[in-house]
């Protein structure tokens, strides 16, 4: 088929200025996005510096504990809770060896005399602090590290050379990279690229069988003298009969149902964004996020066990015995508790039988936070899954979490003997993490 490409343009100019613009955006886009990519890799992003923790603490240990032990009662800031704020606490108190028996027992400070111990247990209501014999001085100290740390605002500094491609979550590893957009993102932009070009040709063809529809190409009249029907239809054949045209349709239509097979095949057995309603309206915004409730409070197996168990009714009561009792809700576990029936709540997270996965693991010995895998369960009203929890999620995960090895004579070792091999921080890959039998039975 031979095209005139000055009467096209001209006749067609509203399709071919609108494709033409799409093809230059997107062209523009995946441009952009490389150079943001090498200014990224050119170390030019800025990164949050944490503060230097007082006291030698180690305020990512006492973060855990603090969450675990102190979240229920106290506030790092000024404001009271059930028990003082604990901004500037170290100021406040008489000494850090004070603030060590204090928090290890209480009641043996007050029934001493002691006169400051007396004065904070009358300011709150003579409400009886919890004692934590258990928890030891460097334990104590990285609390008060984190105390300090948490009431004073980050200091933003740059970041140069390969700090950029470290990750900067949390717990498990799981924040996103400082870097560029990442392969598959630049892949895919380049895939649409190809497919509005492809669509381009198709418009081109189009337009062009409307034209000569429209304005017949020949001169000896004989399209002329043919109806708009009959001039349509042979252009449509025509087109029909272009190889050039029936490979673009062909490869184009290829191309969208193999998109549309793999997408079918990666969301097989994926309930991701699954939020189902449960009998009772429970808002764990209110509990974990306003009220700061520490989630092994209620999931009392996640530090213990392979399953966080699903809170009895005894344990909502803990609470709801004297807290509003008249509501419709609660009335919901009255009820229940008075039939003798568990209260039938629908689990959200289910992993296949097929995969072992092993709360204890995760979170007493990797101190992997909750919100790794759950999302931001402290801001859902209603909980869903946030995370795909596919095997290729986990191994990623694998991948890229280092082991917390320090003070663990466990590890010392496996750290040698990786260090003799690679420069790079032992990750859970390095130690097993990877291996089938560790999840497939």
Known sequence: MLI????????????????????LSLTLLVSNTSVKAQDAAAGGAPAAAAAAPAGGG?????????TNNCAQCHAVTAEKVVGPGLKGIEERAPSKDWLHKWIRNSSAVIASGDAYANQVFNANGKVQMSSFPNLTDADIDGIL?????????????????????????????????????????TFVLVALLIVMLLVLGVLLAIVTILSKAVT??????????????????????????????????????????TKATIDGAYSVGVQQGYAPKQ????????????YKI?????????????????????????????????????????????????IEWVRVHNLPDLAYFNHAQHVNVGNVACQTCHGEIEKMEVVEQRSSLTMGWCIDCHRRTEVNT????????????????????????????????????
């Open 145 to 185: 590290a984190y105390i300090d740390q948490a009431g004073k605002p980050a200091q933003v500094a740059t970041v140069a050379g390969d700090n950029n491609s470290k990750n900067a979550g949390g717990a498990g590893g799981a924040g996103p990279s400082t870097g560029g957009p990442s392969e598959l993102f």
């Open 216 to 257: 017949p190409s020949t001169t000896d009249g004989t399209l002329a003298a043919a109806s708009f029907g009959q001039r349509l239809k042979t252009g449509l054949s025509d087109a029909f009969n272009n190889p050039t045209l029936r490979s673009i349709v062909i490869w184009l239509f290829l191309l969208v149902v």
């Open 4 to 23: 005139n490409s000055k009467n096209i343009v001209h006749k067609m100019s509203p399709f071919y200025k609108l494709c033409v613009a799409i093809v």
């Open 279 to 290: 009998p009772i309206a429970y808002s764990h915004k209110l509990h974990a996020g306003q």
């Open 58 to 66: 180690d305020a990512e240990k006492g973060k855990t504990l603090f």
């Open 406 to 441: 320090k003070d663990n004579a466990y590890y010392d070792k496996l750290v040698a003997l990786h260090k003799k091999e690679s420069k790079d921080a032992l990750k859970v890959a390095n130690i097993g993490g990877l291996e089938c039998s560790k999840c497939h039975y």
């Open 294 to 342: 520490d989630c092994n409070y209620c999931h009392t197996g996640a530090q213990k066990g392979k399953s966080a168990t699903i809170p009895s009714a005894n344990i909502c009561m803990n609470c709801h015995g004297v807290i509003k009792k008249e509501s419709p809700e609660i009335q919901k576990i009255y009820t229940a508790i008075e039939k003798n029936q568990p």
